[in-house]
């Protein structure tokens, strides 16, 4: 019997696996960010790779002596903690994920406050709150990687099958391999 843990598509086996860089450098987008004044968004739909981008490019901002500040909203928070928007300097780097879940009201009060950090980068679904630095999708050429990836080899899932879950999903990657997931726990039922 496969224990949880055990099967490839594990949460932690997902959460392990690093973002990759499409069409651009980490250099070029460190650029990118120097040229949006270091307040931007890194825009795209659940599920493909926003919180993965910003987890990697905040280790790449400290290795650049960068004080970042991560704060991750969750769904039914409608402010964000008075810690994180506190003794803000030149050198802090405000990274504020799922920013779309505050009202008007509280990110006006985010866009103000940050105004003395040394820089703002927020994740959100939707354009518009701050310029964008990067949109995240996923194709079914990224999936079948991400795929291969996390079985140690190759898929027994054609691109086109994964194109068409991926599509039943709506881009979300996550639920793709919640799906795959579940269909490895089942067969390994199966098999007892």
């Not at 050198?91 to 820089?119: E, I, K, Q, Y």
Request: a positive charge.
């Amino acid at each position: 019997m496969m224990r949880p843990a055990d099967n490839p598509f594990a949460m932690q086996r997902i959460d392990a696996i690093p973002y990759e860089m499409r069409g651009m450098s980490w250099d070029d987008l460190l650029a990118r960010l120097e040229r949006l004044g270091r307040r931007s968004a890194i825009v795209g739909p659940h599920g493909t790779g926003k919180s993965t981008l910003m987890e990697a490019l905040a280790a790449r901002l400290e290795a650049r002596a960068w004080q970042v500040r991560y704060h991750r909203l969750r769904r039914d928070d409608r402010a964000v903690p008075s810690s994180f928007l506190a003794q803000l300097g030149p050198t802090t780097m405000l990274m504020l994920d799922s920013a779309g879940c505050l009202g008007p009201g509280a990110w006006l009060d985010v866009a103000r406050r940050s105004r003395s950090s040394g820089a703002l980068i927020i994740t959100a679904h939707r354009p518009g709150r701050l310029p964008t630095l990067l949109r995240t999708r996923i194709d079914a050429s990224l999936m079948t990687r991400l795929v291969e990836a996390l079985l140690g080899g190759s898929s027994p899932w054609p691109p086109a099958e994964l194109e068409a879950m991926l599509r039943a999903h709506r881009g979300n990657a996550r639920q793709v391999l919640r799906e795959l997931y579940d269909r490895i726990a089942a067969s390994a039922l199966r098999e007892v």
